[in-house]
């Protein structure tokens, strides 16, 4: 495992040394550029900066076609030099030295590192490498901390580091580089197959075709787009910047305003990366965590994507009626006609779950599924996977993989930390303790321990890409909700969607950026409007720990409970999508959609009491707003009913 983990990431460096530039000399070309080449190149900049790693790979923020320099040449060479070390000098020798390495050991451990933290700079920005070097300091220097601190330790020399971070199967060459070089990189080459084969067109076009004309249809339209298109980038600004460029003009022309339409798009685009069958890296890594198949991964995300999807229907439905919307034909061939004469780009996706159903690995369902849609593209003259299209594939798909496996190189250095310092338990225990302390009642610590966890995955989000914050997450604080008798799927999957959802918070919200850069809408109006469509999205998750029942909505209970609980949050969802659309028969008043709120957030702690009670709080909202719409209607209709004599001049 450990030579294959060592050859992977002795191409990967190099090839990003050689792809992606410093952001310095990126800074100076665009100075001599024309201004509107600039401006452009600065929006693009802008909609990547900080994102997730697939982002980063899908928006090419630093992938220029720029010749590399000697300097980048220089570092290209000196990594494949000390990631192969292990290799060269002997790799069971090395490996019998791990816990007294050489002194060539530990410079070529630390320089590797080095260049690791140097590569995820260029690739995802700076903020994750200088958290990694602070993580690193705090491994060396954590004797310095005074005795009475809890997150003191003994400290760890060079040598012992040295062990820790390169000579095994932590740290650099951990789980999640393993994940990387395994199945990353695959399902990049197969989003890239698909995009090249034609499927993505194919996905758009069909998406426009099946919703022609009514209120709702250019909504309707970006969210199903969305869902499949996620299929073939599974990066939520790539989603969200393909989806922008053909669907907001008929948003546009439909009366959506620019932030409005900029939400729809961020909403679809964040569903990217929670849609089976192909989630996001963070996925992959759930699947090695918890040593269960890709398949389980998948029907654990199945209901919560369904719900959020449900959300975003519900939302766009009353938002055409509170904006106005008008119809909007949709030029379109027949969906039918689309289907029949291209429907094979689904047989791909589908052979994937067909293959994990019957007990076949994720890498063998991915390589067929691959040859599958290189075979298809044929009945498609135009989009033949041709030997160039087969080697741009090839090539897309291996530039796409660079940031992911560089990000998760570094994160592994900070599990790595983690794992040695014990600071992992230390703070899970923190977590626990700051909600005991404001109650040691065991459901209200529960809520808090939840609430604490979301803001600290939302906020580690905000500054690392989705697959490192979850990685980092999971060491601390998924101990903590397990802790407090959550389920170790439960609390992973907690985790992965507060990932996935930093990437529609202010004051990043990646894909509200790119979104607001098409619809030329305020960007921080645009993230609001992002966050009021997936606002259920963050509510939702806390069902999965609140109580037991809530396994059902990750399917890990029997069929009968899971069908039972997605009822009832569906009607949560609904509920939330009321308070957030100001609509429910009609206008909604602030009265219904207090109501509406509180029934929902009883709905979702899944317990028959709980249950009961929302339901009741949401009838009398309705009773409420049936009742207040009579009288608004009347009183509207008495006053076009009186006479012009009647009113005074």
Same mark, same amino acid.
């Given at each position: 495992?450990?030579?294959?983990?060592?050859?992977f990431?002795?191409?990967?460096?190099?090839?990003?040394?050689?792809?992606?530039?410093?952001?310095?000399?990126?800074?100076?070309r665009?100075?001599?550029?024309?201004?509107?080449?600039?401006?452009?190149?600065?929006?693009?900049?802008?909609?990547?900066?900080g994102?997730?790693?697939?982002?980063?790979?899908?928006?090419?923020?630093?992938f220029?076609?720029?010749?590399?320099?000697?300097?980048d040449?220089?570092?290209?060479?000196?990594?494949?030099?000390?990631?192969?070390?292990?290799?060269?000098?002997?790799?069971?020798?090395?490996?019998?030295?791990s816990?007294?390495?050489?002194?060539?050991?530990?410079?070529?451990?630390?320089?590797?590192?080095?260049?690791?933290?140097?590569?995820?700079?260029?690739?995802?920005?700076p903020?994750?490498p200088?958290?990694?070097?602070?993580?690193?300091?705090?491994?060396?220097?954590?004797?310095?901390?005074?005795?009475?601190?809890?997150?003191?330790?003994?400290?760890?020399?060079?040598?012992?580091?040295?062990?820790?971070?390169?000579?095994?199967?932590?740290?650099?060459?951990?789980?999640?580089?393993?994940?990387?070089?395994?199945?990353?990189?695959?399902?990049?080459?197969?989003?890239?197959?698909?995009?090249?084969?034609?499927?993505?067109?194919?996905?758009?076009?069909?998406?426009?075709?099946?919703?022609?004309?009514?209120?709702?249809?250019?909504?309707?339209?970006?969210?199903?787009?969305?869902?499949?298109?996620?299929?073939?980038?599974?990066?939520?600004?790539?989603?969200?910047?393909?989806?922008?460029?053909?669907?907001?003009?008929?948003?546009?022309?439909?009366?959506?305003?620019?932030?409005?339409?900029?939400?729809?798009?961020?909403?679809?685009?964040?569903?990217?990366?929670?849609?089976?069958?192909? @989630?996001?890296? +963070? *996925?992959?890594?759930?699947?090695?965590? &918890?040593? $269960?198949?890709? =398949?389980?991964?998948? !029907?654990?995300? /199945?209901?919560?994507?369904?719900?959020?999807?449900?959300?975003?229907?519900?939302?766009?439905?009353?938002?055409?009626?509170?904006?106005?919307?008008?119809?909007?034909?949709?030029?379109?061939?027949?969906?039918?006609?689309?289907?029949?004469?291209?429907?094979?780009?689904?047989?791909?996706?589908?052979i994937?779950?067909?293959?994990?159903?019957?007990?076949?690995?994720?890498?063998?369902?991915?390589?067929?599924?691959?040859?599958?849609?290189?075979?298809?593209?044929?009945?498609?003259?135009?989009?033949?996977?041709?030997?160039?299209?087969?080697?741009?594939?090839?090539?897309?798909?291996?530039?796409?993989? @660079?940031?992911? +496996? *560089?990000?998760?190189?570094?994160?592994? &250095?900070? $599990?790595?930390? =983690?794992?040695?310092? !014990?600071?992992? /338990?230390?703070l899970?225990?923190?977590?626990?303790?700051?909600?005991?302390?404001?109650?040691?009642?065991?459901?209200?610590?529960?809520?808090?321990?939840?609430?604490?966890?979301?803001?600290?995955?939302?906020?580690?989000?905000?500054?690392?890409?989705?697959?490192?914050?979850?990685?980092?997450?999971?060491?601390?604080?998924?101990?903590?909700?397990?802790?407090?008798?959550?389920?170790?799927?439960?609390?992973?999957?907690?985790?992965?969607?507060?990932?996935?959802?930093?990437?529609?918070?202010?004051?990043?919200?990646?894909?509200?950026?790119?979104?607001?850069?098409?619809?030329?809408?305020?960007?921080?109006?645009?993230?609001?409007?992002?966050?009021?469509?997936?606002?259920?999205?963050?509510?939702?998750?806390?069902?999965?720990?609140?109580?037991?029942a809530?396994?059902?909505?990750?399917?890990?209970?029997?069929?009968?409970?899971?069908?039972?609980?997605?009822?009832?949050?569906?009607?949560?969802?609904?509920?939330?999508?009321?308070?957030?659309?100001?609509?429910?028969?009609?206008?909604a008043?602030?009265?219904?959609?207090?109501?509406?709120?509180?029934?929902?957030?009883?709905?979702?702690?899944?317990?028959?009491?709980?249950?009961?009670?929302?339901?009741?709080?949401?009838?009398?909202?309705?009773?409420?707003?049936?009742?207040?719409?009579?009288?608004?209607?009347?009183?509207k209709?008495?006053?076009?009913?009186?006479?012009?004599?009647?009113?005074?001049?």
């Amino acid at each position: 495992v450990l030579p294959y983990r060592i050859i992977f990431l002795a191409v990967v460096l190099p090839l990003t040394f050689l792809l992606y530039r410093p952001a310095l000399s990126i800074l100076r070309r665009r100075a001599s550029t024309a201004d509107n080449e600039a401006s452009t190149e600065g929006a693009a900049g802008r909609e990547g900066a900080g994102g997730t790693a697939g982002d980063a790979a899908a928006d090419g923020r630093r992938f220029k076609p720029d010749r590399p320099t000697l300097w980048d040449w220089f570092l290209a060479g000196l990594s494949i030099f000390v990631t192969l070390w292990p290799l060269i000098g002997g790799f069971d020798a090395y490996l019998a030295r791990s816990f007294a390495p050489f002194i060539i050991d530990v410079v070529c451990a630390f320089a590797l590192v080095a260049l690791v933290l140097l590569a995820t700079w260029r690739t995802v920005g700076p903020i994750l490498p200088l958290i990694v070097a602070v993580f690193i300091l705090y491994a060396n220097f954590g004797a310095l901390i005074p005795d009475g601190w809890l997150i003191g330790h003994r400290g760890y020399g060079l040598s012992r580091l040295t062990s820790q971070f390169v000579m095994g199967t932590e740290g650099v060459f951990g789980v999640p580089l393993d994940v990387a070089a395994t199945y990353i990189i695959l399902f990049t080459i197969y989003g890239a197959v698909l995009e090249l084969s034609g499927a993505g067109n194919f996905f758009l076009n069909i998406s426009l075709a099946a919703f022609r004309k009514s209120r709702t249809a250019p909504g309707r339209t970006v969210t199903m787009a969305g869902f499949l298109l996620g299929t073939v980038s599974g990066s939520s600004t790539a989603t969200t910047v393909s989806l922008g460029s053909v669907a907001w003009p008929i948003l546009k022309r439909a009366g959506y305003p620019r932030e409005a339409g900029g939400g729809v798009l961020a909403a679809a685009g964040i569903g990217a990366i929670l849609s089976p069958p192909t @989630l996001g890296a +963070a *996925a992959f890594i759930i699947a090695e965590l &918890l040593r $269960v198949s890709y =398949l389980e991964v998948l !029907g654990y995300a /199945l209901i919560p994507t369904l719900l959020y999807y449900l959300g975003i229907f519900l939302a766009i439905e009353f938002d055409a009626r509170r904006f106005g919307v008008r119809e909007v034909e949709i030029a379109q061939t027949s969906f039918w006609k689309l289907l029949v004469r291209f429907g094979y780009h689904f047989s791909s996706l589908v052979i994937i779950v067909v293959l994990l159903a019957l007990g076949q690995s994720a890498f063998k369902a991915v390589v067929y599924a691959s040859l599958l849609a290189f075979l298809l593209s044929f009945l498609d003259k135009k989009h033949r996977m041709t030997p160039p299209k087969v080697f741009a594939a090839l090539a897309k798909g291996a530039s796409g993989v @660079l940031p992911v +496996a *560089a990000t998760c190189a570094s994160a592994g &250095l900070i $599990v790595a930390v =983690l794992t040695i310092t !014990g600071l992992g /338990l230390d703070l899970s225990g923190i977590i626990v303790d700051l909600a005991d302390v404001l109650s040691n009642n065991p459901t209200m610590m529960l809520l808090f321990t939840t609430f604490f966890a979301a803001i600290a995955v939302i906020l580690l989000g905000l500054a690392v890409p989705v697959t490192a914050s979850f990685i980092i997450a999971a060491v601390i604080i998924a101990p903590a909700l397990t802790t407090l008798g959550v389920g170790t799927p439960e609390a992973y999957m907690f985790i992965f969607y507060y990932a996935v959802l930093s990437e529609v918070s202010p004051p990043t919200a990646l894909a509200a950026v790119a979104a607001a850069a098409i619809t030329g809408g305020n960007p921080n109006k645009t993230m609001l409007m992002t966050w009021k469509y997936t606002l259920p999205a963050f509510l939702v998750p806390f069902a999965f720990v609140l109580a037991p029942a809530g396994a059902g909505l990750i399917a890990d209970a029997p069929f009968l409970q899971t069908v039972l609980v997605t009822v009832i949050s569906g009607v949560a969802v609904a509920a939330l999508a009321v308070v957030t659309g100001k609509w429910m028969f009609g206008p909604a008043g602030p009265i219904e959609r207090l109501l509406c709120l509180v029934g929902a957030l009883f709905l979702l702690y899944l317990e028959p009491t709980t249950v009961f009670i929302g339901l009741g709080i949401l009838i009398v909202a309705v009773v409420v707003h049936l009742s207040t719409r009579k009288s608004r209607a009347a009183s509207k209709s008495d006053t076009q009913a009186r006479s012009p004599q009647e009113v005074s001049p």
